[in-house]
């Protein structure tokens, strides 16, 4: 019995080795991307000194069928933050609530594309909402090392920029000249990871003109909106203007915001130049407000940032070595000093 029970299973290995490469034979190739971007900050008193991972992002991308695409990726670099409510207890405070904030989780876009035409395409799932021109273009093509402040800060509900959520969008041109995101959400960013918390949906739209007798130049809108409640009520507004080419960049957009009773806006203006292939000279002027019916402390202030740096590619065009100096004020804030501070960066993408 031993002697036959050897001999079956001996035999019976080229089979399944067969059927394995069999397997992996038809197995839909898939493409992988990442991203890591680490970076040190100096002197800047309103945060200690010291390094940063920043990003350390992984993409998988293939084809389900000629038509439908999939993606999905994550960042490795964010670590998981807590949403609370407090409330009081006779002559204390306590916490009534504890839930992980969505946003804070490692899986960042997860959707299908389906091709509807070589112009035209639609998505379904988590994925980038179309807010502005920086907040829909990845990091390492942005020229400095943080984004414009109305998409990087989350210090007053959520950012404006950069940011996902659960949906359905329509994506394309029309003849090639005007470029369109339409779509709807669960939210404006809010319910990233999750199901919505109401019955409301998000309307949110951008459309880009890239006229064709002015080449390397484009100008557009963002809108978006959600009904609901007063507290729920959510409204964005925004406008682009840029021209690229190879030696230049001239970039400008403003971002206005509702989040119930909270009003945002925030604008900036940049160039950049390019002497050489490997050399990339940036500046930014930010300007930030909050919220625009407060001036109490830092986490409704007005605030302003003036941005100077440049970026050198190290070995090709995926990996680079940026260092910004950021004069950054508060006028309406007594409290608080204006400061300079520092930024070094280094990223590798693959």
Known sequence: MPALFLAVSFAGA??????????????????????????????????????????????????????IKWRVSFDAAKSLSINSTVGTRADSSALEAASIDQKSRMLQDAALTYIVSPTMNIDVG????????????????????????????????????????????????VMQQLEYHVGVYNETGDDQGTTDGNDQKAFIGRVVLHPSFIPNFEIGGTGAYEGGSPLQHRERGGTEIQYKDQSITLRGETMS?????????????????????????????DSWDHDRTHESNLSDAYERQIVAGGNFLLDGPRTKLALNVIHQ??????????????????????
């Open 257 to 285: 915001a509702r989040d119930g009773l909270l009003h945002r806006f925030g604008w900036y203006g940049l160039g950049a130049v390019r002497p050489t292939k490997r050399i990339e000279l940036v500046a930014r002027f």
């Open 14 to 67: 080229p089979a399944l080795a067969a059927q394995d490469s069999t397997r992996a034979a038809v197995l839909p190739p898939f493409d992988l991307h990442g991203f890591v971007d680490l970076f040190y900050r100096v002197a800047d008193p309103l945060n200690k000194d010291g390094f940063r991972l920043r990003k350390a992002d992984v993409k998988l991308s293939g084809s389900v069928s000629p038509r």
């Open 329 to 350: 004020t508060f006028p309406n804030i007594t409290s608080v000093r204006s400061s300079t501070f520092l930024l070094a960066a280094f990223s590798g993408q693959w």
């Open 126 to 173: 988590q994925q980038v909402l179309p807010f502005g021109l920086e907040g829909s273009t990845s990091l390492p093509q942005v020229e400095t090392i943080e984004r414009t402040n109305f998409s990087a800060d989350k210090s007053r509900a959520v950012n404006l920029g950069d940011v996902r959520d659960i949906g359905a969008s329509v994506n394309g041109r």
